[in-house]
């Protein structure tokens, strides 16, 4: 069974850094597309970054470039987005998800597979 476990959320300040895990379970993470979303209350789930393989990431939003970083530690089967410079506009709920897709992708729709998300909240 596909599983996906993500923690590292929590409350900063702005400016403040944290740190999400996403542990998989059930799969190699070398045959599957892991991405992270975000969902802001009474917003769509929004794609932040997604990897392939040993690939280099990908970033959607303009906003979260140069100040996220998703990495993958497969010995571990798990992934990470690390999170700099936050603002209170990155408060969400952070969800990673999985597929075996050709290629990233940011649209929720392609993915059959996510975790239960953490809770990210940022303060001015």
């Known amino acids: 069974e596909v599983q996906l476990v993500e923690s590292g959320g929590g409350s900063v300040q702005a400016g403040g850094s944290l740190r999400l895990s996403c542990v998989a379970s059930?799969?190699?993470?070398?045959?599957?597309?892991i991405a992270w979303f975000r969902q802001a209350p009474g917003k769509e789930h929004e794609g932040v970054s997604c990897?392939?393989?040993?690939?280099?990431?990908?970033y959607w939003p303009d906003s979260v470039k140069g100040r996220f970083t998703m990495s993958i530690d497969n010995a571990k089967n798990t992934v990470y987005l690390q999170m700099d410079s936050l603002k209170p506009e990155d408060t969400a709920v952070y969800f990673c998800?999985?597929?075996?897709?050709?290629?990233?992708?940011?649209?929720?729709?392609?993915?059959?597979?996510w975790g239960q998300g953490t809770q990210v909240t940022v303060s001015s």
């Open positions: 998800a999985a597929d075996q897709l050709t290629y990233c992708n940011d649209m929720e729709i392609y993915y059959d597979h």
């Open positions: 059930g799969f190699s993470l070398d045959s599957y597309v």
């Open positions: 990897i392939r393989s040993n690939d280099d990431p990908t």
